[in-house]
């Protein structure tokens, strides 16, 4: 079964759209196996963003990140990675399809609500960097049949 983080991130948090985004997620059918609401470390953040270490635009996306609490959620399912970016739409809000978290509630790349792991690989990763494995629920759902093949 495939994991993703998602980064619930500062300006949805603050805009009161926490529950919305974590809706359109729990519609998808993915299955929530950790999530907690914590203040992102300078630390954390940039093992989190490195690979954009050199862009021009990695300490502003560390302010961004560290600016104010976060929701982080670990969720687990078939194509989780692919659907669960599917759901967030394209990174620039004004380029993401109406319907997606991005498309329907942010106009800029800087202010762009959520975050989900882009590979496979990372998904392991990336979960593994804000949870520890004993804040992570492995559990059966009754409507996994009805949404798992
Ligand atoms: P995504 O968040 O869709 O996975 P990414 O991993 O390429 O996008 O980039 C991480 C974040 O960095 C993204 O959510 C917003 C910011 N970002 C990416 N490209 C940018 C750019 N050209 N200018 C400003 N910010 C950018
Ligand atoms: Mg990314």
Redesign the pocket.
Known sequence: MERTLIIIKPDAVQRGLTGEILRRFEARGLRIIGMKLIQVSRELAEKH?DI?RE?P?FGS?VSYITSSPVVVIALEGTNAIEAARGT?GA?NPTKAAAGTIRGDFALE??R?LV??S?SVENGQIEVANFFDESELVSWQRNTDPWIFE
């Open positions: 963003y954009h862009r635009f996306l967030i990174t790349i800087g762009n975050h989900g882009d």
